[in-house]
């Protein structure tokens, strides 16, 4: 339940943007922030292309995009939007071609910057080929490919360059009368990310795709993009995300949701509270919270589980928890219920247990969930 109404301190007041839909997925004018990741596999290869946005739509991305970077990708790309649960976007770079096969194939999106792709009659056979199929256009500003007359004219990439690099994007996209478009800016340097996504959101309404570019792998990828987008979601910009890592697209999606759930923007799963863990723990914390992260990364149900060692801190947590458990002695702890204290559990039978409770509280969720929407 959200309870920010009565905890004000936890309100983020999101920018107001224009939304559009990507495929049957609505981005900005307030829907929620969506979660996005790229395969990396070869897109000329459907069958491998196909599994993967499978295990990334299993994880929760809302969307997937594909790399289209020539004739054979094109026609795989038809079939991997067949097979997808989710809308794909085409990420197309340079070749209008391609952005016109990948809108025929059924993309929901494409990836392109018009003003990348020839001249103005190549740019319209473009826009059309979207706009007869209902395909939005994303402009994805880069700082390392930013256009030759910005570089000559700021000297080096700059907020203010990928500002006005997005903005000449746009007014080719408004020339044409096509509105239906989300923009992104992105720079492997948080600072200078933040800084033109901040000057991006006063400058358009158009929903802003948010993602810190090329931001390393596992950890340093996810520090970098949680302080990049983190900070602009916190200050209400951003409505859709991509967290890109140089590891399986699947991490991406993981970490984009850690990031929402952590500033209460998303939720999604369970979401697990541990502690670090001392010598005053009560049986293997570290060993524990790893295992039911593996069993219960099914629970597409948003609850909260805390795993806590000892008494220090164990029953505060479970107090604003769905599930708890907080060790003891003597080979066993104790498991809180909403938030009460409710039975001794012992510490061998603990996974199974837990995992029980946790599926249980699910079903019991969705169960209201169901008969809430029924009532309706
Ligand atoms: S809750 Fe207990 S076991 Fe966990 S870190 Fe704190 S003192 Fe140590």
């Known amino acids: ?78 079939e991997v939007v067949r097979e997808s649960p989710v809308p794909i976007v085409a990420d197309i770079h340079f070749h209008y071609k391609r952005g016109i096969e990948a809108a025929e194939a059924g993309a929901a999106c494409l990836r392109i910057n018009p003003g990348n792709i020839g001249d103005a009659a190549r740019v319209r056979e473009v826009i059309k080929a979207a706009r007869d199929h209902d395909c939005s ?91 990049g987008l983190g900070n602009l979601l916190w200050m209400g910009i951003g409505d859709t995300i991509r967290v890109s890592l140089s590891a399986d697209p ?8 850690e990031i929402l759930k952590s500033l209460g923007l998303r939720h999604r799963g369970v979401s697990i509270i541990s502690c670090p863990s001392c010598a005053r723990q009560g049986f293997d914390v570290i060993k524990t919270v790893s295992a039911l992260e ?20 164990g029953p505060g947590e479970a107090l604003m928890t769905d599930i708890g458990f907080t060790g003891g002695g003597a080979g066993s702890g104790m498991v809180y219920l909403a938030g009460k204290q409710s039975h001794k559990l012992s510490n061998a039978d603990m996974i199974e247990h837990i995992v029980e409770q946790v599926e249980r509280r699910a079903a019991e969720i969705e169960a209201l969930k169901a008969s809430d929407q029924a009532a309706q």
């Open 1 to 78: 339940m959200d309870h920010n109404h009565i905890r004000p301190w936890r309100n983020i007041e999101r920018r107001k943007s224009r939304q559009i839909m990507v495929g049957n997925v609505p981005v900005g004018g307030g829907a929620p922030i969506s979660v996005q990741t790229m395969t990396n596999t070869d897109s000329s290869d459907a069958r491998a292309t196909i599994k993967q946005v499978l295990a990334c739509a299993e994880a929760g991305a809302d969307i997937v995009r594909v790399s289209v970077p020539d004739t054979d990708a094109s026609r795989a790309l038809r």
């Open 250 to 257: 699947v991490e991406e999606v993981k970490i984009g949701y």
């Open 137 to 227: 256009i994303r402009i994805g500003v880069n700082a390392g490919s930013l256009e030759r007359h910005l570089l000559e004219k700021y000297g080096e990439p700059c907020p203010d360059a990928m500002i006005e690099s997005g903005l000449e994007h746009i007014r080719i996209l408004q020339d044409n009368d096509f509105h239906n478009f989300k923009i992104s800016v992105k720079a492997s340097d948080v600072f200078m990310a933040s800084a033109a996504y901040m000057g991006l959101a006063e400058a358009t309404d158009a929903p802003i795709h948010l993602g810190i570019t090329e931001a390393g792998g596992m950890i340093s990828g996810t520090v970098k993009s949680a302080i």
């Open 294 to 313: 593996d069993r219960l990364a099914h629970i597409k149900t948003p609850m909260s589980l805390s795993i806590i060692g000892c008494v220090v801190n």
